[in-house]
Nanobody
Framework: QVQLVESGGGLVQAGGSLRLSCAVSGDTLRTYHMGWFRQAPGKEREFVAG????????AYADSGKGRFTIPRGTAKNTESLQMNNLKPKDTTVYYC???????????????WGQGAQVTVSS
């Protein structure tokens, strides 16, 4: 059973940066494509970014283009989301997810982390 655990959330001022990490256990990260989502209370879950296991293919939502990236070369079995120039509207809970079937932004994910709160103050 694959388990995902996010870390790195917190409070940051507008214009600041945060890096979220997602540690994968129960299987090797190399066999999974990873995604990041966010969901505010009362709103639908929103796709943020995704990356194929090889790192060759990536997908980003318009809301984060130019600001959010999935860096390569992080620790073994860990995927990250680098968020720069954060805005108050980015405040919400962020989730990482894993799937064996890559379809870019339309990928459907089977495994989810518990979420990490990101709060951006103005």
């Amino acid at each position: 059973q694959v388990q995902l655990v996010e870390s790195g959330g917190g409070l940051v001022q507008a214009g600041g940066s945060l890096r979220l990490s997602c540690a994968v256990s129960g299987d090797t990260l190399r066999t999974y494509h990873m995604g990041w989502f966010r969901q505010a209370p009362g709103k639908e879950r929103e796709f943020v970014a995704g990356i194929s296991w090889s790192g060759v293919s990536t997908a980003y939502a318009d809301s984060g283009k130019g600001r959010f990236t999935i860096p390569r070369g992080t620790a073994k079995n860990t995927e990250s989301l680098q968020m720069n120039n954060l805005k108050p509207k980015d405040t919400t809970v962020y989730y990482c997810a894993a799937t064996r079937n890559w379809a870019g932004r339309d990928s459907r994910y089977d495994y989810w982390g518990q979420g990490a709160q990101v709060t951006v103050s103005s």
